[in-house]
Antibody, heavy 121, light 106 residues
Framework: QVQLQESGPGLVKPSQTLSLTCTVS??????????WSWIRQHPGKGLEWVGY???????YYNPSLKSLLTISGDTSQNQFSLKLVSVTAADTAVYYCARIVGATYGPFDFWGQGTMVTVSS | SYILTQAPSVSVAPGKTARITCGGLNIGTKSVHWYQQKSGQAPVMFIYYDTDRPSGIPERFSASNSGNTATLTISRVEAGDEADYYC?????????FGGGTKLTVL
């Protein structure tokens, strides 16, 4: 059974960098056929795709966040991470990590439980 | 960018049939995935590649996709089906989610 677990600070100050890590168990982030993604959900709102990395480590980003975002993988720890710079209150959300079946067109089949991040001074 | 449109809410009495739609330009040419999210929980994959159900999802849940509309149908609705339902597609290398539909069981 694949499991994903998000970790990181629950509170970030405005203009600082948000860093989150997703630890994967039950699968390797370098296994072919899967990608690894971040999705966020603003309070009381719908799901917003943030970005993903594929098995080779290539990253793909939501165009609205691309200039502020870096997603990378650490194969030694079987983790992938998100870094969002210059955060504002609009980045306050629950952040989920999830596995994508296939390189593109596939569903998100396993999700982490989510971690709430608040941007506030 | 590609847009998916879902009604914000749908209400249905127990035992009846609920239909949750997801509208998008020529969505019938794309693969649609559906997720259920209960209050305070992470989303769960419910339907994938238009019509496939993961193991453990009851047959009461079915879906279709044609033209400009994908539809999730829930037969014999139960109180436990109350949740938010999201549709999702890919547009090139971008992931698109619908705005979600809150299913209320009366």
């Amino acid at each position: 059974q694949v499991q994903l677990q998000e970790s990181g600070p629950g509170l970030v100050k405005p203009s600082q960098t948000l860093s989150l890590t997703c630890t994967v168990s039950g699968d390797s982030i370098r296994s072919g056929g899967y990608c690894w993604s971040w999705i966020r959900q603003h309070p009381g709102k719908g799901l917003e795709w943030v970005g993903y990395i594929d098995y080779s480590g290539s990253a793909y980003y939501n165009p609205s966040l691309k200039s502020l975002l870096t997603i990378s993988g650490d194969t030694s720890q079987n983790q992938f991470s998100l870094k969002l710079v210059s955060v504002t209150a609009a980045d306050t959300a629950v952040y989920y990590c999830a596995r994508i079946v296939g390189a593109t067109y596939g569903p998100f089949d396993f999700w982490g439980q989510g971690t709430m991040v608040t941007v506030s001074s | 960018s590609y847009i998916l449109t879902q009604a914000p809410s749908v209400s249905v009495a127990p035992g009846k049939t609920a239909r949750i739609t997801c509208g998008g330009l020529n969505i019938g040419t794309k693969s649609v995935h559906w997720y259920q999210q209960k209050s305070g929980q992470a989303p769960v994959m419910f339907i994938y590649y238009d019509t496939d159900r993961p193991s453990g999802i009851p047959e009461r849940f079915s879906a279709s996709n044609s033209g400009n509309t994908a539809t999730l149908t829930i037969s014999r609705v139960e109180a436990g089906d109350e949740a938010d339902y999201y549709c999702q597609v890919w547009d090139d290398s971008n992931v698109i989610f619908g705005g979600g539909t809150k299913l209320t069981v009366l």
